[in-house]
């Protein structure tokens, strides 16, 4: 009888080892054919039990040949002594499935391992291993197998003695744990070499692979050790690690060269690409060993990392001179103008790349009389643009269009040939012998009949004109394309027509015939041929089928394409009406927005994505960002998520560096900032949260002189806890701060009237408040509440002098003071201007003195620290101490000639 065994998915961690192998072995390896055979190990069902034992001729697709019997496990003991039963543990998701191996009822496997040449360590055929046995009783067994209650089997001796080690019993080689316990479907390790027993008979194993509880894989030699180091099995190099486990999805250093095993197979990498799960890309030539440095493969000139990683998207430096390689693919950028970190560069014909110089705020021409117009960044603007209030268009490499004719979206414009302006009159103009005119929006509109063109009016129906200008009718081949248009002219789409007694199908999106691809119309799968002709029905069953066009389609267990939204191996996956698979990212279905992987078609579930898009008036493309929530639709309006809010608009674009007006945002994606509305809300540059609790820096048109206009200036708004900019007077942080009720803005430095009522506010914008200070020689008085009051004049009192930040003091007959002044008892002192002398040193008679910069208090019995780190000691009287010892909290110091205090020991 024989039986079946079921496999199960093995998982190893990707690891970096460095071995000492030659790149010359490796090459003479990869020529060679090995001797022994090895399985190929491929992805499959992860549910399955785990495979014990595999044996093959060669490698092959086992996914055909599954059992649906698997047999039953058996648990693995624990060794003792000197030996290690190994249950490895799997360390990454990479996943492996070998083929089946069929084992007979005797246990042995089909395969039929060859008898060892060479015979393990301490095998003996008969005899026990030493160690403590005790004496046999009368009813032990003698020479015969004996389990107990949980499985596990014994042998008995002659002399009743259990077998422990190796040993040979009815010519099978076995081994017996030091308790005696049989070793059966499991690896055990003797003296530093791993062996596997047969899980049924418990025979050692040979030239075959193995795989141990926790799903690692080994391959057990001629004598039945599991090898290790570089291998070819199966004319595949192989990489085996000192414990015998196989190396899968690890890189290998071999004598300075890194080299990488695949992640299903374990097979070396070898003339080709691949990629890590970070998204690195590396090259591996023939011989396997990873690429670096600048290198030409298939005629492009790319560029690796020491580690074998490839340049993306980066400035790389050689012989002194900087290149640039493509984002994409890799490539390295010639004779083309490109942005990079917010700065332009120009690649020569040989790469070399070169800033480009900077213009900001004006045209430049160049010597073939080009225009081009640079921004306040200095970048060039591209797509449509109003430059001092005249509408324009700059092509991608920014080329203002003059004098021509452009086709942009689909629309058809005309720039004038001196100034550049778009053409926006209704009168016709002509245009290379074409009249045409133009709308508000400067879309042009051809004036004679169609000719040799597709013409829809509700770009839903459509028609195409001959020369002409009649409308096709029948089967047509236009463009290398076969359409077919019926009696009154309309395009078939989506729609089964018969001709000659056979059926046809034209595609519902272009109307193209379609061939040799399956599909579902009106809930039916049917398939056309090569020639277009259409049959029902499809002899595919469960499986993904993809036609010659690079569609793909799932057909179910009946036979039948599937549609809609479908679970397959665990990934959402949506499939059209027609059948098609759809990868084509952002896709509406039901008024809901959804984004489907262009390579695997899976639907993003909680997550953002980032994508690229261009500007409302140009060319260029800016990244902006969409979020899927859990049931896969795009997010619209506010979201609350990880404890911040977002604000998606009807696109699904994140706001982010803009502002919400009123639910509504009003700004180009391109724009910074906005000019001249009120924000309610404002949303983080770089994560698009909104902003709570602080002050946020924007821009806005505020009227200045008349002469002059509406000019962009700088403004704060603050964000409160509830994300609202706040209004009116509010009091942050212990600082009073004034907030246009209308606008949001905060009142910045100078005089201000609010609700009739005099107020200033100092440089940093805050509320002047409980201070009597002068302004452009005009005395005013703020009280607590920061109420201004004009003063005519002060007498006895402090004052402030705003436009010189400075104190002074002015006497009761209007004079202001200077040298030294008591009051209550603090020395103060006002300098020849008037001004208080505060946190400064003074010479004074030839003596120096020092201020308090907070209230100018005179210093005395006390240090002060000067801007150069020295310090002095003033004494009672105020004067710095020179050419003197003292004593001063406990501590002596030494005051030389200057004044200057140092600490005796």
């Known amino acids: 009888m024989e039986k079946k065994v079921r496999f199960h998915l093995h998982k190893v961690k990707k690891r970096w080892v460095t071995v000492m192998v030659s790149t010359a072995a490796l090459g003479l390896l990869l020529l060679g054919a090995g001797s022994v055979q090895a399985d190929e190990l491929a992805s499959n069902d992860p549910a399955s039990p785990p495979v014990e034992v595999v044996t093959s001729d060669g490698l092959s697709d086992a996914s055909d ?7 039953a496990d058996q648990a693995v003991p624990t060794s003792d002594g000197d030996l290690s039963s190994q249950a490895l543990t799997a360390e990454t998701s990479t996943e492996q499935v070998a083929d089946q191996a069929s084992i007979d009822d005797s246990g042995t496997a089909n395969a039929s391992p060859a008898e060892p040449s060479q015979t393990p360590p301490e095998a003996d055929e008969t005899a026990p291993s030493s160690g403590d046995q005790t004496k046999p009783s009368v009813d032990t067994p003698r020479s015969q197998f004996v389990s107990d209650d949980q499985g596990n089997w014994y042998y008995y001796d002659a002399n009743g003695q259990k077998l422990t080690g190796f040993q040979t019993v009815d010519y099978l080689q076995l081994y017996f744990h030091a308790d005696g316990r049989q070793a059966k479907g499991e690896v055990v390790t003797v003296d530093g070499s791993s062996y596997y027993f047969d899980k049924d008979s418990g025979e050692i194993y040979r030239n075959g692979f193995a795989s141990d509880a926790a799903g690692n894989w080994y391959y057990l030699g001629e004598d039945g050790k599991a090898v290790t180091g570089l291998q070819i099995i199966d004319s595949f190099p192989l990489y085996f690690y000192p414990d015998g486990v196989q190396a899968k999805d690890a890189f290998i250093v071999f004598d300075g060269s890194s080299h990488y095993f695949k992640a299903g197979s374990g097979q070396l990498a070898t003339d080709g690409f691949f990629s890590d799960a970070e998204g690195n890309w590396y090259y591996a030539d023939p011989t396997g060993q990873l690429v670096t440095g600048e290198q030409t493969i298939d005629s492009f000139h790319l560029y690796f990392y020491a580690d074998g990683v490839q340049a993306k998207d980066a400035l790389v430096e050689r012989d002194g001179k900087s290149y640039y390689y493509d984002a994409d693919n890799g490539r390295l950028v010639t004779d083309q103008t ?9 690649a020569d014909t040989t790469g070399v790349v070169t800033q480009v110089p900077q213009h900001r705020n004006q045209f430049v021409s160049d010597d073939q009389g080009n225009w081009y117009y640079y921004d306040a960044n200095g970048q060039k603007l591209t797509g449509f643009q109003t430059v001092d209030n005249v509408r324009l268009y700059f092509h991608s490499a920014g080329r203002q269009a003059k004098g021509e004719l452009v086709t942009i979206d689909g629309k058809r414009y005309y720039f004038d040939k001196a100034s550049g302006e778009l053409y926006r009159r209704v009168y016709p103009i002509t245009i290379d012998g074409v009249a045409y005119t133009a709308d508000s929006q400067g879309v042009l509109t051809e004036v004679p009949k169609y000719r040799n063109q597709f013409v829809s009016e509700d770009q839903v129906n459509w028609y195409y004109a001959d020369d002409a200008g009649h409308w096709l009718t029948g089967p047509q081949i236009i463009d290398t394309f076969n359409l077919y248009f019926y009696e009154d002219g309309l395009q078939a789409k989506d729609a089964l027509v018969v001709r000659d007694g056979k059926t046809y199908y034209y595609d519902a999106d272009n109307g193209r015939l379609v061939t040799n691809r399956p599909f579902v119309f ?13 049959t029902e029905g499809a002899s595919y069953r469960n499986q993904f089928v993809s036609d010659d066009q690079g569609n793909w389609y799932y057909f179910d267990g009946d036979g039948q394409l599937v549609t809609g939204f479908q679970v397959i191996n665990g990934q959402q996956l949506y499939f059209a009406k027609d059948g098609r698979q759809v990868k084509s990212g952002l896709t509406k279905i039901d008024g809901a927005t959804y984004y489907f992987d262009p390579d695997s078609g899976e639907m993003a579930v909680n997550q953002e994505r ?6 409302s008036y140009g060319e260029k493309l800016i990244p902006v960002y969409r979020y899927f929530n859990a049931d896969g639709k795009m997010a619209v309006g506010f979201q609350d998520r990880d404890g911040q809010t977002y604000y998606y608009d009807e696109d699904g674009i994140a706001v982010r560096s803009v502002h919400l007006y009123n639910a509504n945002v009003h700004s180009d994606l391109y724009s910074a900032g906005v000019f001249g509305l009120r924000p309610d809300y404002l949303f983080d540059e770089k994560t698009g949260a909104m902003k709570r609790n602080t002050f946020v820096y924007t821009t806005a048109l505020r009227l200045h002189e008349p002469h002059i206009g509406r000019l962009p200036v700088p403004c704060w708004v603050y964000c409160g806890s509830d994300g609202l900019a706040v209004t009116g007077w509010q009091v942050i942080n212990g600082k009073t701060y004034y907030f246009y009720p209308e606008s949001k803005f905060r009142a910045e430095s100078g005089l201000e009237t609010i609700d009739g009522k005099d107020y200033f506010f100092d440089s940093d914008s805050v509320l002047v408040q409980d201070l009597t200070f002068t302004l452009d020689q005009k005395f005013y008085r703020a009280d607590e509440k920061g109420v201004l009051t004009k003063l005519e004049s002060v007498a006895d009192q402090f004052v402030y002098d705003l436009n010189w930040k400075r104190v002074s003091y002015t006497e009761a007959n209007g004079e202001v003071r200077h040298g030294v002044m008591i009051k209550r008892d603090f020395v103060l002192y006002f300098k020849a201007d008037g001004s208080q002398a505060k946190g400064e040193f003074l010479t004074i008679h030839g003596a120096t003195y020092y201020f308090d910069e907070d209230s100018g208090e005179m210093y005395r019995n006390r240090l002060a ?13 105020g004067k710095a101490l020179t050419d003197t010892v003292f004593e001063h909290d406990g501590k002596s110091y030494q005051a030389d000639s200057k004044g200057i205090v140092t600490e005796k020991d």
């Open 865 to 877: 620290t000067d801007t150069n780190g020295d310090q002095y000691y003033l004494g009672g009287d």
């Open 610 to 615: 980032e994508f690229w898009q261009k500007i």
């Open 522 to 534: 009106d809930g039916k799968t049917y398939t056309a041929d090569a020639t277009g002709v259409v």
């Open 338 to 346: 490109f942005v990079l970190d917010g700065k332009t560069y120009t």
């Open 65 to 71: 040949s599954l059992s649906e019997a698997p047999l």
